[in-house]
Nanobody, 121 residues
């Protein structure tokens, strides 16, 4: 079992930057992912990173504006988001996979409670 706690969300203006953090209760040698869910919409993939940080993946909607990284010594994963847009407004969730490498949504079996990101235009 692993607990995940997200932080770093808030209210920002369009064009601003935010860095989200996800602290795990213990070391996880697994891939980690970020997902988001806007009101009335399904949860969608944002970014993911393999256990060693070598492989990353991004949704087209954030590619080029976001960077996912991890510090395994701190059991923490980060999502740096730049040039934020109103459509980035959502609750952002961190998730831990059951695999060391990137996999489908069903491979993520531990989830945090989420952190709200609101971008005003």
């Amino acid at each position: 079992q692993v607990q995940l706690v997200e932080s770093g969300g808030g209210l920002v203006q369009a064009g601003d930057s935010l860095r989200l953090s996800c602290a795990a209760s213990r070391r996880t040698n697994y891939a980690m992912g970020w997902f988001r869910q806007a009101p009335g919409q399904e949860r969608e993939f944002v970014a993911a990173i393999s256990w060693n940080g070598v492989t990353t993946s991004y949704a087209d909607s954030v590619k080029g504006r976001s960077t996912v990284s991890r510090d395994n010594a701190k059991n923490t994963v980060y999502l740096q988001m730049n040039s934020l847009k109103a459509e980035d407004t959502a609750v952002y969730y961190c998730a831990a996979s059951n695999s060391a490498n990137l996999g489908p949504l069903k491979s993520y079996n531990y989830w945090g409670q989420g952190t709200q990101v609101t971008v005003s235009s």
